[in-house]
């Protein structure tokens, strides 16, 4: 069963310019889950999608969007970037949505570099 | 706000050593989990607890849920160079698929 497939694994952007990360999840997961990891925050949610609804939401400006295709596939889009955007960013899917027993799957993530 | 501090940061020990990972919190979450993530790859999950006061084994990790279900153990006896890597713990609440991660802690294993 192949895992969650994230691409591009490298990105180098400029300020200002806008982003798009894709992420496949493995077959049959339903839910998509992105979070950035940096050494200052470590690992922070971004945002939730289940059967193309966004679910859940974390703390970040609206310059972080996401979104779900009927395929499960998923899109993060980050607009006018900025130098603190620069991160590993992290897709994970889970089989189901809610339940307290539900595991994640983690791609490999894409790395942002923001110059 | 960092809801799950993890202690500690670094640990830098000789194979064949114990050692313990603490991650604790001043929230009560539905569900802990663990993860392992070795660089330039994606976290692994390594177990969930979910009943307050579980202890699960997996080989040579124990990992341990708190009766209250605030906090969490992680120990590895006899630790093995393949063991190194980043540890972090993540608490569910509600759904597990909004996880607060912890602050990880970076373990290095040398012969």
């Known amino acids: 069963k192949a895992g969650v497939t994230q691409t591009p694994r490298y990105l180098i952007k400029t300020r200002g310019q806008q982003v798009t990360l894709s992420c496949s999840p493995i077959?049959?997961?339903?839910?998509v889950s992105w979070y950035q990891q940096t050494p200052g925050q470590g690992l922070q949610f971004l945002f939730e999608?289940?059967?193309?609804?966004?679910?859940n939401k974390g703390n970040f400006p609206g310059r972080f969007s996401g979104r779900q295709f009927s395929n499960s596939r998923s899109e993060m889009n980050v607009s006018t970037l900025e130098l603190g955007d620069s991160a590993l960013y992290l897709c994970?899917?889970?089989?189901?949505?809610?339940?307290?027993?539900?595991?994640?799957?983690f791609g490999n993530g894409t790395r942002l570099t923001v110059t | 706000t960092q809801l799950l501090e993890q202690s500690p940061q670094f640990l830098s020990i000789q194979e064949g050593e114990n050692l313990t990972v603490y991650c604790n919190s001043s929230?009560?979450?539905?569900?802990l989990q663990w993860y392992r993530q070795e660089p330039g790859e994606g976290p692994v999950l390594l177990v969930t607890?979910?009943?307050?006061?579980e202890v699960k084994k997996l080989k040579r990790l124990t990992f341990q849920f708190g009766d209250a279900r605030k906090d969490s153990s992680l120990h590895i006896t006899a630790a093995q160079p393949g063991d190194t890597g980043l540890y972090l713990c993540?608490?569910?609440?509600?759904?597990?698929?909004?996880?607060?991660f912890g602050t990880g802690t970076r373990l290095q294993v040398t012969l």
């Open positions: 994970a899917s889970s089989p189901r949505a809610a339940g307290t027993n539900s595991p994640l799957h």
């Open positions: 077959s049959g997961h339903r839910s």
């Open positions: 999608y289940f059967s193309e609804t966004q679910r």
């Open positions: 929230s009560v979450f539905s569900s």
């Open positions: 607890v979910v009943t307050g006061g």
């Open positions: 993540a608490g569910a609440r509600g759904t597990a698929s909004k996880l607060t």
